[in-house]
């Protein structure tokens, strides 16, 4: 895998994927939303990645938005195109995708930025890094899917707020907001992700991914998250992956999930 405005290592099974736009502090333009898409598209298919961790190149930023030159004369139908394609090749494609992806939040997360770390399964920043959706100050509104996403993950008075002023919270104010799971120094963001990834990686992949899309489905509108919840419970009991872990169990070994 090759791209222009992204890099891709490894950790044992866990992928690194990292926005590579230093000097506009990784604002994501089309050409590296399409790289995103394929690079998520290509590490889920590839059975020995168990966990991606996404973060921004540089000191000073994750992604500081969408990028706004690119945008900047759109038409009315243009900007719903924008947003329809960003949410359906990247924002939706990396809640749902089976693979968990996790936000190494490493400096400004704003606008699309935030919304791409909301779009993560659960995100983790460092002491540095700043949030906020501030596009209401450019006469919009956030576009992909960031007035869904904050409500579900701080509640709707503190999201409303956020939105309304445009303004930026800290990383221990998105600590006690709930909007990041764990706040650590700069230099300490990849190795702490990479240790959560590592004890992710030991257990059942097939099992992750039902427990994704179950934990997603409570979120969508004319799903029944219990309902699906109870088809992939079921569906658990038929993977090579179940019988895998209950015989370790039993056997009092670690288990060595095929994946399957
Ligand atoms: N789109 C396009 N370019 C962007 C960008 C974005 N969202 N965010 C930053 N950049 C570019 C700047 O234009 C600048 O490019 P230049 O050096 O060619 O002029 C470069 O990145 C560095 O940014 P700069 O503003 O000089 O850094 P700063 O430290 O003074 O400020 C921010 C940092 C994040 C506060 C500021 O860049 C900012 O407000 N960015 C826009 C955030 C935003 O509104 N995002 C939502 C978009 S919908």
Request: hydrophobic share 40%; charged share 20%; glycine share 8%.
């Amino acid at each position: 895998m090759s791209y222009k405005n992204l890099s891709v290592e490894y950790d044992d099974t866990t992928a690194i994927v990292t926005i590579n736009r230093p000097k506009k502090l990784n604002a994501l333009n089309s050409e590296t939303i399409q790289e995103l898409h394929e690079a998520f598209e290509e590490l889920d298919a590839e059975k020995d990645t168990l966990v991606i961790i996404l973060t921004g190149s540089g000191e000073k930023a994750f992604v500081a938005g969408a990028d706004i030159s690119e945008f900047s004369d759109f038409s009315i139908d243009e900007g719903a195109e924008l947003a329809a394609n960003g949410h359906k090749i990247l924002f939706d494609f990396i809640e749902n995708l089976s693979t968990p992806v996790i936000a190494a939040v490493n400096g400004f997360a704003l606008g699309g930025g935030l919304e791409l770390a909301m779009a993560c399964h659960f995100r983790i920043a460092s002491d540095n890094a700043r949030m906020g959706l501030p596009e209401v100050s450019l006469g919009l509104i956030p576009g992909y899917g960031g007035t869904q996403r904050l409500p579900q993950l701080i509640g709707k008075g503190r999201a409303m707020e956020l939105i309304m002023t445009a303004s930026m919270i800290d990383a221990n104010s998105a600590l006690d907001y709930g909007l990041v799971n764990h706040v650590v120094s700069q230099e300490d963001l990849l190795p702490h992700c990479i240790e959560i990834a590592e004890k992710i990686a030991n257990n059942s992949p097939v099992a992750i991914s039902h427990a994704i899309k179950v934990v997603n489905a409570g979120f969508k509108t004319n799903v029944n998250g219990y309902k699906s919840e109870i088809e992939a419970f079921g569906e658990c009991f038929g993977t090579a992956d179940f019988e895998e872990g209950t015989t370790a169990f039993l056997e009092k070994r670690k288990a060595e999930f095929p994946g399957e």
